[in-house]
């Protein structure tokens, strides 16, 4: 269909311009079969730039309505009856070229993410026994695992078990720089492995995968079309019955009341029936909203349709999860004291060792500590975990225990000043403090928290910066590390609460702030993210059900894509009134030159689709959109 629309448009335009040039260079003694080759050449023009537009015209007054398409034709008809071949060929070449360019427009968004589909490989080398087959992708299923080397596309979305790489994501997630990829990270169909060989254990196929989820968004954001769109067809439709009805009138009244001949009667019904037409105001919204679409995915934002994208806009509040949304997810080591003659590698080994076996997260980032640090981790025997407490072993012939500090006070070991001052210090900053200690003193403290996002502070600068009344965060966890969480940020909080309490919080910030957003992981967020105006999913690539609830994705984990949107959903609503003003501007003088000066037709003609045109030009400009500038190192 674009290759039709973007041919006859240019045929249109030849055959236009050659039939003008025959018939100015015509005279009186003119052959007449020259003037014939301009008919026909007008002809081809007329077939070539209507036909689209009459197909629709057929399709509308079968259905008993009159539309724009109808006014089109019928303007183009009545210019070749007052002889105006050329106005009338000019007319619909401008209009068959507005139309081709809403359609390029139209498609453009599912292009840029449909593409993505012919970046996944047919074939992927699957892991069985030892042994390497190669199959079609359809014949993979969850839990296989394939094996991907260097330069070769993932074949599905999985986890890494084996071995480790940096892989370019950018064309799903817009991340400019590969992200490194270690045993148990997530990876995804059609990005590019870069470096390592690597052992995926599939887990989402086909139709389950990032890159099909995506094509359906935007099928999505494209169906679902946003107020001032709807708006603007509805008022196509029934201004299109009014413009007949001021052209029926001024071709009758100044003919029978004011005696006015009837070719200068038809010529100014005519001219009316150009000028008049909303073509400008109609396509004027569309174009901006779906190019900002466009935009939008291309900096790794997934908008379901022009509604989000208009209520992103309006957006005054903004409210926050905290786990996975503001901080990474994963418990780190963030403090470290050790007590009087005990240094710190040596607490962060003996530590690692009593959590050599353990999956428990606060474990995890213990040994993630001591290899950080390089330092030697010795082995513990006879290790032994206390539910509840913590875990007790052997470690170079002294008994140890790693835990709680309520823990040792009963088993009656010294409390040592440095280290009590220290965990004081870190529970006040809502850490989870983890003693290591044996039979007869404390050695140390171990200071673990869930780390803030590198993009979260820029974020919310840039959310402050773009006025908005109130940022908060809406967290389960406890008041103490919600506290130093907001505090770090210059946020608001409300902590301790249950999923039900998150959604009566979004209702209370509604009333009392207006439209209000809330970003969260799209789970148990899932209520609040419905509730809220405008539902934002971080990290939208990895979770299926923060696609399905979620109104807007930001994908790459990167919070900054949180202002962005904002500023460009902004931007987009400046862009359509913009529009507006123009195309209801140029048809109120149009209208106005053509009873008061005699409006010629042709420039009629040149100022209806030349604002058409423009309408369309000004919203392609959301495509130049500045995107987020990358993170300068990929946080794992």
């Not at 290790?383 to 008994?399: K, Y």
């Not at 971080?538 to 949180?562: C, N, P």
């Amino acid at each position: 269909m674009r290759f039709w629309l973007i041919a006859s448009t240019a045929i249109c335009l030849v055959a236009g311009l050659a039939g003008l040039v025959i018939e100015f260079g015509s005279t009186a003694t003119t052959p007449l079969a020259v003037r014939v080759a301009a008919w026909v050449l007008y002809l081809v023009a007329y077939v070539a730039g209507g036909w689209h537009t009459a197909g629709h015209a057929w399709e509308e007054l079968r259905s008993g309505k009159l539309n724009i398409d109808v006014l089109m034709l019928a303007a183009a008809l009545g210019s070749a009856g007052l002889g105006h071949f050329a106005d009338g060929a000019a007319l619909l070449f401008l209009f068959s070229l507005s139309q081709t360019m809403e359609t390029l427009i139209l498609g453009r968004t599912r292009r840029a993410i449909a593409d993505l589909m012919h970046l996944t490989p047919e074939h992927a080398l699957r892991l069985r026994d030892g042994e390497e087959e190669l199959v079609p992708i359809e014949e993979l299923r969850r839990g296989d695992v394939v094996l991907v080397r260097p330069g070769e596309r993932l074949p599905a979305d999985g986890l890494v078990r084996v071995g480790q790489t940096s892989v370019d994501q950018s064309p799903m997630t817009g991340e400019s720089i590969p992200v490194d990829k270690l045993p148990g990270d997530a990876v995804y169909c059609g990005t590019l492995n870069q470096q390592g060989v690597i052992h995926v254990e599939v887990t989402h196929v086909g139709g389950e995968s990032t890159l099909a989820r995506m094509v359906r968004l935007v099928e999505e954001a494209q169906s679902q079309r946003a107020a001032s769109q709807r708006f603007t067809e509805w008022f196509g439709e029934r201004y299109t019955w009014v413009v007949i009805g001021m052209s029926l009138a001024t071709l009758l009244i100044p003919r029978l009341w004011l005696a006015e001949p009837w070719p200068d009667s038809f010529y100014r019904a005519m001219t009316v029936l150009v000028v008049a037409s909303p073509c400008a105001v109609v396509i004027s919204i569309p174009a901006a909203i779906l190019a900002a679409i466009t935009s939008a995915a291309r900096g790794g934002v997934l908008v379901k349709g022009g509604a989000a994208l208009e209520e992103c806009a309006q957006l005054q509040a903004i409210a926050f999860d905290k786990t996975g949304t503001l901080t990474v997810g994963k418990p780190q080591v963030v403090s470290v004291a050790a007590a009087m003659n005990v240094s710190r590698d040596d607490l962060l080994a003996r530590a690692a060792a009593l959590e050599a076996h353990s999956e428990h997260p606060l474990a995890v980032a213990v040994k993630r500590a001591a290899d950080e640090a390089a330092v030697p981790v010795p082995s513990a025997d006879d290790v032994a975990a206390i539910t509840g407490f913590g875990v007790e072993g052997w470690v170079r012939g002294r008994r140890l225990r790693i835990g709680k500090a309520a823990w040792f006070e009963q088993h009656g070991s010294t409390n040592d000043g440095i280290v009590r001052e220290a965990a004081r210090a870190a529970q006040e900053q809502g850490q989870t403090v983890l003693v290591l200690a044996d039979d007869e003193r404390w050695l140390g403290m171990i200071g673990v928290a869930d780390t803030l996002r590198p993009s979260a502070a820029d974020s919310v600068r840039q959310l402050h910066r773009l006025g908005l009344r109130e940022l908060t965060i809406l967290t389960g966890d406890s008041e103490a590390v919600a506290r130093s969480i907001a505090s770090s940020l210059g946020l608001s909080f409300r902590a301790g609460l249950l999923p039900d309490e998150k959604l009566q919080a979004i209702h209370e910030l509604r009333e009392q702030y207006g439209p209000t957003g809330m970003i969260g992981d799209g789970m148990n967020d899932a209520p609040s993210l419905a509730a809220a105006t405008v539902g934002f999913s971080l990290g939208g690539a990895g979770t299926h059900v923060a696609l399905e609830t979620a109104d807007v994705v930001l994908l790459a984990d990167d919070l900054r894509r949180l202002p962005y949107i904002i500023a460009l959903a902004r931007r987009s609503q400046q862009i359509v009134w913009e529009n507006l003003a123009v195309a209801f501007g140029v048809m109120a003088l149009l209208l106005v030159s053509t009873f008061l000066v005699r409006l010629p037709l042709p420039l009629a003609v040149l100022g209806h689709e030349g604002s058409t045109v423009v309408v369309i030009l000004n919203g392609l400009r959301l495509l130049r959109f500045p995107k987020p500038v990358p993170l300068p190192a990929t946080q794992h």
